[in-house]
């Protein structure tokens, strides 16, 4: 199975890819995770919507029709981790690329939103990028370790 992850935003810097490294190293062999980081769009001469609509052009640029696309927005559908991991489950047994989208500063434009599959929403708290990129990895090793009946999540 392969999932991407694009990200707007910033580089992974050292803490951050010593992390995703940790899990990934962690993870099924046959699990592979890439990274598609692009350039925030931040700019005092542009407006939010402006700001948007750029780096929605830049994500949808990635990903094409065919392609199962998941956003991570405050507006999502929330889920414990064993939803998320029965639809990790679910992508792996159907042999779905899984595409998941971490949108800029200012979130993800309403054509990234409406082009996705599903939309889900990791908290109503706001997390730095930097950060939710490390969660995301955490929960994608923690849906297998509660398929395979580790211990790791309790």
Known sequence: MKIKIINVGNKLNKWESDGIGY?????????KISFINLKGQQNPNLSKKEILQKEGKQVLSKISRSDFV???????????????????????QSKKEIF?????????????????????????????HRLFRLILMEQIYRAFAIMQNKPYHK
């Open 23 to 31: 899990y990934q190293k962690q993870l099924p062999k046959n699990i």
């Open 70 to 92: 998941i956003s991570w927005d405050s507006t999502g559908k929330q889920l414990d981790s064993y939803e998320f991991s029965n639809f990790i489950l679910d992508s792996t």
């Open 100 to 128: 998941f989208i971490i949108g800029g500063s200012h979130g993800l434009s309403m054509e990234v939103l409406n082009r996705s599959n599903q939309v889900f929403s990791a908290s109503l708290l706001t997390f730095p």
